[in-house]
């Protein structure tokens, strides 16, 4: 089968893959640009833990096709800290225990930075809706949604 | 020794540092079990059944092995055939011989997805490609998925070789009824003479999966010499181990497992799916093979838990006492024995102080998935019908609900229907904190209701090992053999340093593979910081000694001389001499010098894991148009003997009780007239989202275990037994209709509302 050769930007650095004309952007970050904190839950758009944010929008990456990110911006998790630096979310998740086997983490952060960009003083029911493509079945969402609410007024510098 | 003592002089535990995994999950930096990679491995995918139950005539993989890029081909043959024999690790009662069968079938398959041959390749293009050559010719039979249809007479017959176990005389034919389980105590019919009042009901709940986000995963790898080693995310790397051995007929000693981060398992991941078939691939092929089930196979083929159905009566006399409880319980097990039905007896009137109790359990196969652990296999079944009865008593009697739990509540001393007599138990306790909290009395509105339901759990002990060594620079690595599902990582470190007096920071707490630690059973049962903990504070302790042997030849004292406090080692009094302190970092500095690196491990077989219990308290509100129920406020109160890292202990119980409400009101696995899963997605098959639900409110009461050295209970198993139960009665008082069906879904409520019953 023949590739196509994808050029993008990834959390600010010059990324390039081959792609099978089927194969994912999940899979592309995961099995060819070697970004394995992206995480697959269900291949379908059900779960949110394959969230990135392309060209600014918040996306599934497994309902995406690799082919379909050329030229494009991708955040994943990876890039979400800076440097050694977390971002606020992520101090804020682990501060509240917002995790328990983190593997819906990475999509949650991606998702919930992505909702701060927009919004940065949203209501518990804003945070609710804006996370409910992202399923936890650890935590019971309780522990997220405060982290996610605390780490907003610290952004607002509330 | 025992750290219970007063909560005050802790340091360290009962304080919420962050965890030491946060920052590689915060990162994406955490290697799961489908993250993980070996050079040049191959993809592996499985060819699953697509009728419910059918004889396979033939399988013919030639096509399949002759495709460019396939690098092998198996089916059940290339595993060995082997005889029966009940399983010694894992979660629940299993065989090893179903277990192989439930890997690669062999004569029959037994429900859809079960598993048929698998194949190797270099791509997965190539691998599916290679799947579609494989042609299997089946006889298609008649299949059976209700529970009881399949115990009527006349169903169709998963295994002729099946007899009833627990029948007189023994059975002739062959049934689907695996085992019959009867638990008394007391004289059922004298007790129901003596009741004023009887209430009872029949109740029918759904299979439902434990849906954890990472689907199951593996990387497999096997020398010429037979050596192996398997990468995997699982609830235990010694029951892989055990089960791949067995399955494989390999000796223990070639296989080493190694534990990768796992995401989410509830249970469902204390068995084996994957890893046999991973393994034969990767011998048949001479390279690692990866093996990662899809969302749908994960629903298909593994997991779930009994749907069942659960008659429930009990009689009570006009103060409240309960005299008489009887149930008889129908669970499934899918295609082979071993349904979680004897916990379920066993947990349904465990509360409860009753003198005449009858059970009747059944545990039944049908043409479904295997059922796996779930989170306190069996009880939420049990209890879902047990507490609306109980419910139905005390609207009977004009009483509150919790008064008539704490007229008959379960203590110390109290004697359970399976014959273990309580120690020191949180039950009463849990009552008062629920009486006392403001939400028992806060008004509610139209449409709107609130119920209480309690919940227990034994929690286990068992096989543990942990070990404790001390760096050259006085910083700690604990070692231990506990898959880290949610925190134990965490609660392990601060166990350890709050018994050597240091802070947590200077703790690194690992989880050791299967060669570099001793046996550990599952993370199931809620015993890791129980009985892991107890191994991990023993071996800190057996630390703390040789440390102060190591202080008493550097001050050339003897060791009775020395004290360790506050991360020191100090001069026991006045006579031992005037020596200044010597920290962890100074005596590990010079451990070269006095006897060579200081470290210890211990094992535990542990007992006396310490009986749970829980209350929750639920507020709904029904829409009478749509028969939608939402979830208005929520409380669960426990007794988790202490609390290591409360935010851990508050975020089980917050799990669990969301688990629980998605098995109340979504959760179902829906069938279709071929017995094909209908809902194998989670679109379909909907577990709670964030805007289902309000936040829900844990409430910890302490009632330390004193068998644990900082009091531990188990804490994870608890919170999903009372939500069915606590929901079901809030519908029950917000529309005035009992619903006797789970999920209680908008449908089935409308109906219910229409019909005037439910
Ligand atoms: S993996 Fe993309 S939404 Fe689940
Ligand atoms: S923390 Fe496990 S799925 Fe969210």
Redesign the pocket.
């Known amino acids: 089968m023949s590739k196509t050769h994808v050029t993008t930007t990834i959390n600010g650095e010059p990324a390039e893959f081959l792609a099978e004309a089927g194969l994912t952007l ?1 899979d592309a970050l995961r099995d060819e640009v070697g970004l394995t904190g992206t995480k ?11 969230s990135v944010i392309v060209d600014g929008r918040l996306v ?4 995406m096709l690799a082919v379909e990110a050329e030229g494009s911006t991708i955040e994943t998790i990876e890039g979400v800290a800076t440097g050694d630096t977390l971002h606020p979310l992520q101090r804020k998740f682990i501060e509240y225990a917002a995790l328990q086997c983190g593997f819906c983490t990475p999509g949650f952060l991606v998702a919930a930075k992505s909702l701060l960009e927009k919004n940065n003083n949203p209501t518990e029911t804003e945070v609710r809706f804006w996370l409910a493509g992202n399923l936890c079945r650890c935590t019971g969402y309780d522990k997220i949604v405060r982290a996610v609410m605390d780490a907003a007024a610290e952004m607002r510098g509330a | 020794m025992t750290y219970i003592g007063n909560k005050s002089d802790l340091r360290v535990v009962g304080t919420r540092p962050d965890r030491p995994d946060g920052v590689d999950k915060v990162t994406g930096r955490a290697i799961y079990g489908a993250d993980f990679r070996l050079a040049g491995q191959l993809v592996g995918r499985i060819l699953r059944s697509p009728h419910a139950h059918a004889k396979i005539i033939k399988i013919d993989t030639s096509k399949a092995r002759a495709l460019p890029g396939v690098k092998a081909v198996m089916t059940a043959q290339d595993m060995p055939n082997i005889t029966s024999e009940e399983s010694f690790v894992g979660e629940g009662p299993t065989n090893f011989r179903d277990q192989s069968l439930n890997v690669m079938a062999r004569d029959k398959v037994l429900y859809e997805g079960h598993a048929v041959a698998a194949v190797a390749a270099m791509s997965p293009s190539i691998a599916e490609a290679a799947l579609a050559l494989i042609e299997v010719t089946y006889e298609v039979l008649p299949h059976v998925i209700d529970v009881e249809e399949a115990m009527a007479p006349g169903a169709p017959i998963l295994d002729e070789t099946l007899f009833t176990a627990g029948v007189d005389p023994k059975p002739t034919t062959p049934s689907n009824i695996a085992k019959k389980i009867i638990l008394k105590s007391g004289d059922i019919d004298a007790g129901f003479a003596k009741a004023d009042i009887i209430a009872e009901g029949r109740y029918v709940t759904a299979a439902v999966h434990q849906a954890y986000i990472e689907p199951h995963a593996c990387v497999a790898t096997i020398g010429a010499d037979g050596q192996a080693t398997v990468y995997a995310s699982s609830q235990g790397h010694f029951m892989i181990r055990a089960f791949c051995a067995k399955l494989l007929g390999m000796e223990i000693s070639n296989i080493r497992v190694i534990p990768l981060e796992i995401g989410g398992g509830f249970g469902g991941k204390t068995i084996v799916y994957l890893e046999p078939v991973a393994l034969t691939l990767s011998k048949m092929a001479g390279k690692p093979v990866k093996l990662v089930m899809t969302r749908e196979e994960v629903f298909r083929a593994s997991g779930p838990t009994s749907g069942a159905v659960v008659e429930v009566k009990m009689g009570a006399m006009k103060d409240g006492t309960i005299v008489a409880a009887q149930a008889v319980l129908k669970y499934q097990a899918g295609a082979f024995p071993g349904s979680p039905v004897q916990p379920g007896l066993m947990c349904a009137f465990a509360m409860y102080d009753i003198p005449n109790v009858h059970l009747t359990g059944y545990d039944v196969i049908s043409n479904r998935a295997k059922v796996a652990a779930y989170r306190a296999p069996g009880a939420p079944i049990s209890s879902y019908a047990a507490e609306q009865v109980v419910d139905d008593l005390a609207r009977q009697l004009g009483m509150d609900a919790i008064t008539i739990r704490e007229k008959n509540a379960a203590k110390a001393g109290t004697k359970t229907v399976y014959g273990v007599t309580f120690p020191e138990i949180g039950y009463e306790a849990v009552l008062a904190a629920a009486k006392s909290h403001a939400h028992w009395k806060a008004p509610l509105g139209k449409n709107q209701g609130r119920g209480i339901a309690t919940g227990f759990w034994f929690n286990i002990g068992g096989e543990s090992s942990a070990s404790v060594f001390v760096n050259e620079d006085g910083s700690v690595s604990v070692v231990s053999g506990s898959p880290d599902i949610g925190g134990s990582r965490a609660s392990m470190a601060m166990m350890a340093a709050e018994v050597l007096g240091i802070p947590v920071a200077n703790v690194r707490p690992i989880i050791g593979d299967t060669a570099s630690i001793g046996f550990t059973n599952v993370t199931g049962g809620s015993r890791v910081t129980y009985a892991t903990g107890m191994a991990t504070v023993q071996a800190t302790e057996k630390v703390i000694e040789q440390l102060k042997q190591r202080a008493a030849m550097i001050w050339d004292i003897s060791p009775d001389a020395v004290d360790w406090k506050d991360g020191q080692a100090v001069p026991a009094g006045a006579n031992a001499g005037g020596f200044d302190p010597l920290s962890l970092a100074a005596i590990a500095a010079k451990a070269g010098k006095t006897g060579g690196p200081i470290g210890s491990e211990v094992s535990v077989n542990a007992q006396g894991a310490g009986p749970g219990f829980g209350a929750h308290i639920c507020d709904v509100e029904v829409d009478r148009e749509t028969g939608q129920t939402t979830i208005l406020r929520y409380t669960a109160i426990q007794d988790v003997g202490r609390a290591i890292h409360p935010s851990y202990v508050e975020g089980q119980i917050q799990g669990g009780a969301v688990q629980g409400i998605g098995w109340a009101l979504n959760e179902e696995y829906i069938y279709d007239a071929k017995g094909k899963m209908d809902n194998a997605g989670f679109l379909d098959y909907r577990v709670p989202v964030a805007s289902d639900l309000p936040m829900i409110e844990a409430v910890l009461v302490e009632v330390p275990n004193t068998r644990h050295p900082f009091g531990v209970r188990g804490v994870g198993e608890v919170p999903i037994v009372p939500p069915m139960a606590a929901i079901g009665n809030a519908v029950r008082d917000a529309i005035g209709i009992r619903m006797h069906s789970l999920p209680m879904s908008p449908p089935k409520v409308r109906k219910a509302l229409d019909s005037g019953q439910g």
């Open positions: 999940l697959e839950g269900c291949g379908s758009g059900d779960c949110g833990a394959c599934c990456s497994c309902l």
